[in-house]
């Protein structure tokens, strides 16, 4: 696609619930991260794939978040029992590859919000 | 553990007039500076990427500094329009060995920037 996509756009979710946050990265893009972002507050690193594989995933807050990217495209945030602290903006970001200067492209934004 | 501090928290400009924002970090070693402008709403965008070696950096009317040695940031913003009014975020970027070379980002919290008629 044109840019990085993320859906949905808006999610609310009941406390304990389960939920899916789902990023397609611009075509051809191999580097993936993924980042939370706390009202009035900068992005914070949850995940970075290379690839399919996670080459990073310190930033993940405890073992309730999960992300995949089994065929180094579309990536897939998964958060179990959900809890209201999780409410937050889940950003994607993608580019092209190893550079370290290399340009990063974020999606929109997925707005979680747990009652 | 790596930080990037960002000040002021948020301003207020009148259209037209110039402004200054500042950034301060210190991560290690580093590879790259870039400032974000992020409307409400919306993912970042980014304006410009800094290198060691780069000093200073356009984008229209954004213009931003990089003191490497003292480990500073500046974006100034000319000619305020009303279309300035974002959070501005300054990221900085260390060289990031683990498993695979990549980036690893350090984000600041931000500044607030309204632009008044």
């Known amino acids: 696609g044109a840019g990085v996509s993320q859906t949905p756009s808006n999610k609310v979710t009941e406390k304990g619930k389960y939920v899916e946050l789902r990023c397609d990265p611009i075509s051809g893009h191999t580097a993936l991260y993924w980042y939370r972002q706390s009202l009035g507050q900068g992005p914070e690193f949850l995940i970075y794939?290379?690839?399919?594989?996670?080459?990073?995933d310190s930033g993940l807050p405890n073992d309730r978040f999960f992300a995949v990217r089994p065929e180094g495209s579309v990536s897939t945030l998964k958060i179990q029992r959900t809890e209201r602290g999780d409410s937050a903006v889940y950003l994607c970001a993608s580019s092209s590859g190893h550079s370290s200067a290399g340009e990063l492209f974020f999606g929109e934004g997925s707005r979680l919000t747990v009652l | 553990k790596n930080q990037v501090e960002q000040s002021p928290q948020s301003l207020i400009i009148l259209e037209g007039k110039n402004c200054t924002l500042q950034?301060?970090?210190?991560?290690?070693?580093?590879?790259?500076l870039r400032w974000y402008k992020q409307d409400t709403g919306r993912g970042p965008v980014s304006l410009t990427i800094?290198?060691?070696?780069?000093n200073t950096k356009s984008n229209g009317r954004y213009t931003a500094t990089l003191d490497a040695d003292t480990k500073q940031s500046s974006l100034h913003i000319t000619a305020s329009q009303l279309s300035d009014s974002a959070s501005y975020i300054c990221?900085?970027?260390?060289?990031?060995?683990?498993?695979?070379?990549?980036?690893?980002?350090?984000f600041g919290g931000g500044t607030r920037v309204l632009v008044k008629p």
């Open positions: 950034c301060n970090y210190t991560v290690s070693p580093f590879s790259n």
């Open positions: 794939f290379q690839g399919t594989g996670a080459a990073d």
């Open positions: 800094m290198t060691f070696s780069e």
């Open positions: 990221v900085v970027s260390d060289i990031y060995t683990f498993k695979a070379a990549g980036n690893k980002l350090t």
